[in-house]
């Protein structure tokens, strides 16, 4: 099993309507692909420039079904709609 965890932070300027279509496409995501094995959207409680947005912690069976995912229709159509309106960084670990 691997861990997929991204934290988001959103661009200056972002609007919040636009901010909040982003979060519900992103969790939307968990009736869509089936690859995914667990999947959890947050947002951050406290606001601070110094802090993420938001994050997307998931798990997957293995590296093919994180490949599958990645080129999944449904989630290209969420990565693209957030490329434009944030940042983010990824961490993908092994669970043993």
Same mark, same amino acid.
């Not at 861990?3 to 309507?17: A, C, D, M």
């Not at 802090?51 to 590296?63: K, L, T």
């Given at each position: 099993? #691997?861990?997929? #965890?991204?934290?988001?932070?959103?661009?200056?300027?972002?609007?919040?309507?636009?901010? /909040?279509?982003?979060?519900?496409?992103?969790?939307?995501?968990?009736?869509?692909?089936?690859?995914?094995?667990?999947?959890?959207?947050?947002?951050?409680?406290?606001? &601070?420039?110094?802090?993420?947005?938001?994050?997307?912690?998931? &798990?997957?069976? /293995?590296?093919?079904?994180?490949?599958?995912?990645?080129? /999944?229709?449904?989630?290209?159509?969420?990565?693209?709609?957030?490329?434009?309106?944030?940042?983010?960084?990824?961490?993908?670990?092994?669970?043993?």
């Amino acid at each position: 099993m #691997i861990k997929h #965890i991204l934290l988001f932070k959103f661009k200056q300027g972002v609007s919040e309507e636009d901010k /909040n279509r982003g979060i519900e496409m992103l969790r939307a995501l968990r009736e869509k692909v089936p690859e995914i094995r667990e999947w959890e959207v947050g947002v951050q409680r406290e606001k &601070s420039d110094k802090f993420y947005d938001f994050a997307q912690v998931s &798990s997957f069976e /293995n590296i093919e079904a994180i490949e599958c995912f990645g080129k /999944n229709p449904e989630h290209e159509k969420v990565r693209a709609y957030l490329k434009k309106r944030a940042d983010w960084v990824k961490v993908d670990y092994d669970l043993f």
